[in-house]
């Protein structure tokens, strides 16, 4: 039989008891080093080891639970990692925030504006300078409240009020931000209230926000007999002129409209000749309130004199319909003004008099009133008392006419019924 040869044309020995030793020696060798690589592996993936913490310092191997942290545009921009910068110009100043594209274009409080910028640099791909910067003009009046919308959109917060409501609905119109918008328009129309409604007509004019201004002005119509004399002149002229001349205007009387627009003068130092006069025209005005009279006539003398006797005749003048307003009661409105002027000029003024014993009703507007007769031109004055002197000696004859008039009565009755009883032919002193 032919012996058996390896490839190599050897024959095949028999093993040895070295061989043996060999091969358990390495199995014992290949075991050490699948515990060793396996226990390396271990330690590399602990948390000492990925933080470079050396071995030993066991206090920062422990596996602890990370605080969890949100990206916000106010952070350190490098760490917060930003990758985007928003350069905001009002004209007169730029302003910088380094904001994150993520935070801006996803979730329920994103920027259709900002979404549709960045999809518009990133779908061009013959751009080759692609900035990470997006550059918005706006209003000076709504940059101031450009942190509020961000601080919205990061972090879902929001604080509106009167002050900031306005500016807040123009960005978010403006950034195509829909929840912030609904949220805006649901807060003021909830907000608006005889109250406040003429401070959202000043912040919608301020913003230039020509919606909402005119539907607060269409609310102001309705509610403005209850409007705060301090709160009234917030309201812009142009509006205000609008509002008076309006045939919807919910106002009880010319008296009270009379009232409103003094308050509204009083509040505001823009008021020019062609705006008094607009505002205290016959037309607007036809009559006024006789404790408001007076002021009218002292603030036109001294600021607007010919707006006193301008009109198409002389009844429709500001100084014809203020004189009678004046002198329509003239026993209570004119009485204590005049004594406090002569007293006041024939330096007979008592400083321990007081406001109730000096004037008749003891109302305090009668020491306003008395102010505004002191200043008062002397042909104005000389008016008003010829007016009064007429008014009280019509009704003086008024009165007259009627007593003569029941002792006619009272005569012919009594010629009828003589059988009846006697009535003294000159009763009660007539003549």
């Not at 007509?201 to 607060?216: F, M, R, Y």
């Not at 003094?262 to 005005?285: M, P, V």
Request: aromatic letters at 10%; glycine letters at 4%.
């Amino acid at each position: 039989m032919s012996s058996t040869k390896n490839r190599f044309g050897k024959k095949p020995t028999r093993q040895t008891s070295a061989s043996s030793c060999d091969s358990k020696s390495k199995k014992e060798e290949a075991s050490y080093l699948e515990s060793f690589i396996k226990e390396k592996m271990n330690n590399l993936m602990s948390l000492g080891y990925a933080c470079g913490v050396a071995d030993g310092e066991s206090e920062y191997n422990k596996v602890v639970e990370d605080e969890e942290v949100k990206i916000t545009w106010r952070m350190d921009p490098i760490r917060s990692k930003s990758d985007w910068v928003l350069v905001v110009k009002d004209g007169r100043q730029n302003y910088i925030y380094h904001v994150h594209q993520s935070s801006l274009v996803y979730g329920q409080r994103k920027s259709g504006f900002f979404l549709k910028k960045f999809d518009e640099i990133y779908a061009d791909s013959n751009r080759v300078d692609k900035k990470p910067i997006t550059e918005v003009l706006i209003d000076a009046s709504v940059a101031p409240f450009i942190p509020m919308m961000l601080d919205y959109v990061y972090e879902d917060k929001l604080d509106l009020t009167i002050s900031n409501a306005a500016a807040l609905r123009k960005l978010s119109n403006q950034f195509d931000i829909r929840t912030l918008y609904a949220l805006v328009s649901s807060f003021i129309q909830q907000d608006i209230t005889f109250n406040t409604v003429a401070g959202y007509i000043e912040q919608a004019d301020v913003v230039n926000d020509k919606e909402l201004s005119k539907v607060c002005v269409m609310m102001a119509l309705q509610l403005f007999n209850k409007i705060p004399d301090n709160e009234i002149s917030k309201i812009p002229i142009d509006k205000m002129q609008n509002l008076v001349a309006d045939q919807k205007l919910n106002v009880s009387t010319p008296e009270r409209l009379s009232q409103r627009i003094a308050a509204y003068i009083k509040g505001r130092n823009d008021i020019d000749h062609e705006t008094f006069y607009f505002l205290t025209h016959a037309n607007i005005l036809p009559s006024f309130h006789p404790k408001e009279a007076m002021w009218y006539l002292s603030y036109a003398s001294k600021n607007f004199p010919s707006t006193l006797t301008e009109g198409e005749d002389r009844e429709s003048t500001l100084q014809y319909r203020c004189v009678v307003a004046v002198t329509k009661n003239w026993q209570e409105n004119l009485l204590g003004p005049v004594e406090s002027a002569v007293k006041r000029t024939s330096g007979s003024f008592d400083s321990e008099d007081n406001q109730g014993r000096l004037f008749r009703d003891g109302d305090s507007s009668n020491d306003e009133r008395a102010r505004d007769y002191m200043i008062l031109p002397d042909e104005i004055k000389v008016d008003i008392l010829q007016m009064a002197l007429l008014k009280s000696n019509s009704g003086f004859m008024g009165k007259v006419n009627m007593k003569r008039q029941s002792r006619s009565e009272v005569t012919s009755t009594s010629r009828a019924h003589k059988d009846v009883r006697e009535i003294p032919q000159r009763a009660a002193g007539f003549y």
